[in-house]
């Protein structure tokens, strides 16, 4: 048993565990999805651009049972919350959409599930309109919350995945991506895109996906890392970020004025030829703001053809320039990640990066695999130096997207 298959299994126990202990009764089933991490292509996903994010070992599971009474509640837990949550399904339809500014009706974790609960059955109405029973939803995960890693994905994923099989709601993994994205968008109030929740969705072992936002069509790049006798170093600097506030929601605001000023339906239709255009035609900062989203979708597209052609060892010069252009024209870095990409690249990383949102969280790094440890120590080194917050460190290999487990 490989050391994910244990971590595997203890996060399935503590699912079906907290579940009887919720319910006195076994599961239906167990569902899990996983986290990811964005091999390259930030925030280009809301700007209906290019990602190319690979699925980790790290995953939510949820044990999930059908009620067997007539009373059509649903009910959740994680084993990180104090206490289950239960409202009627009936009631989700006022909780959701949540109005901005307004109290929470639920804690901010549980309006995760509930949201896709909330999305999945107005998906389902639309194409069936048929009823639900009651259910209730026992939630346990190995993913690190708040670091970039997408633990929100993995919990809508699971949720949504064993949604759909127990009520028989049929969707596919794409409009079980949408199901997530609306619950985070408009039950959660976190303005995010469509990456996190596809890959978890869609994520292959040993390969990234590489996804058309506008389209929403994914293929499947093979990355051949352990092949090339390569690994991807994890750092979280355990710095949290929120993305319902603050900073994620500017960005998105300046990506969607610069579309404006070029007279684009989204920077996905502008080009690096064009840049010298907005130059003149926006201010200094909603211009670099645009030369990130608009250098970033070629450099996804550029990675993919490298990837292909000369495979993952040739990907480091792309890696890097996405960092930079991240942490000086779209300035989501914070010193930490920064920290984490130089000490990795000095210490003989071939590549390096922060992924994810920004403001805190994780980077990687593209290393031999006889330099994990090497590069590893230096990045601790680097972070005790700043009398930062030890990192976590971890290598992560692409793995299977959301699936049912038992
Ligand atoms: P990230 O996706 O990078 O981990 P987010 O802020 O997008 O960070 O999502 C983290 C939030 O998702 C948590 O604060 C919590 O509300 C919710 N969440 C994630 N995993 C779980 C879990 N296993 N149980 C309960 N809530 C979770
Ligand atoms: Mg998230």
Redesign the pocket.
């Known amino acids: 048993m490989t050391l994910s298959e244990t971590h595997e299994t203890e996060t399935q126990d503590a699912a079906r565990a907290l579940f009887v202990e919720l319910t006195g009764r076994e599961p239906d089933g167990l569902w899990s999805a996983p986290?990811r991490v964005n091999l390259i292509g930030e925030h280009t996903d809301y700007n209906d651009g290019f990602v190319l994010p690979f699925a980790i070992p790290h995953r939510?599971v949820a044990a999930v049972g059908l009620r067997h009474d007539d009373r059509g509640r649903v009910r959740v837990a994680?084993?990180?919350?104090e206490e289950p949550v239960e409202v009627a399904l009936d009631e989700l339809d006022d909780l959701f959409p949540t109005t901005t500014g307004a109290e929470p009706a639920v804690p901010?974790?549980a309006a995760?599930p509930l949201g896709v609960a909330w999305a999945l059955r107005q998906a389902a109405a639309d194409a069936h309109g048929h009823g639900f029973r009651g259910i209730d939803i026992a939630?346990?995960?190995d993913?690190?919350?708040?670091?970039?890693?997408?633990?929100?994905?993995?919990?809508e994923g699971a949720a949504a995945s064993a949604l759909n099989e127990l009520w028989s709601t049929g969707l596919d993994r794409t409009a079980l991506a949408r199901v997530g994205r609306r619950a985070?968008n408009e039950a959660v109030g976190?303005p995010?895109g469509i990456m996190?929740q596809m890959a978890s969705m869609l994520g292959e072992t040993d390969a990234a996906i590489f996804l058309d936002c506008r389209s929403l069509e994914a293929q499947v790049v093979p990355l051949g890392v352990a092949e090339a006798g390569l690994a991807i170093l994890a750092m979280d600097t355990r710095v949290k970020?929120?993305?319902?506030t603050g900073g994620y929601g500017e960005r998105r605001a300046s990506c969607e004025l610069g579309a404006k000023i070029m007279g684009v339906p989204a920077l996905r239709d502008v080009s690096t030829s064009d840049l010298p255009r907005a130059q003149e035609l926006m201010d200094d900062v909603t211009f670099r703001r645009v030369r990130h989203i608009v250098t970033e979708n070629q450099r996804v597209l550029d990675t993919v053809r490298v990837l292909r052609e000369q495979g993952a060892r040739a990907i480091g010069d792309l890696l890097v320039a996405s960092h930079v252009s991240m942490r000086d024209d779209f300035e989501i870095s914070v010193p930490e990640l920064d920290t984490a990409v130089d000490a990795a690249l000095s210490a003989g990383a071939l590549g390096a990066r922060m992924t994810?949102?920004g403001f805190g969280?994780a980077a990687i790094a593209l290393v031999e695999q006889d330099a994990v440890t090497t590069v590893s120590d230096a990045v601790a080194a680097a972070f005790a130096a700043s009398g930062f917050r030890a990192p976590a460190l971890f290598t992560v290999t692409p793995s299977a997207g959301a699936h049912r487990d038992a």
């Open positions: 986290g939510t994680s084993t990180f919350a901010e974790w995760y939630i346990a995960s993913v690190p919350v708040g670091a970039g890693l997408s633990s929100s994905a993995a919990i985070e976190a995010t996190d970020h929120a993305h319902s994810g949102g969280g």
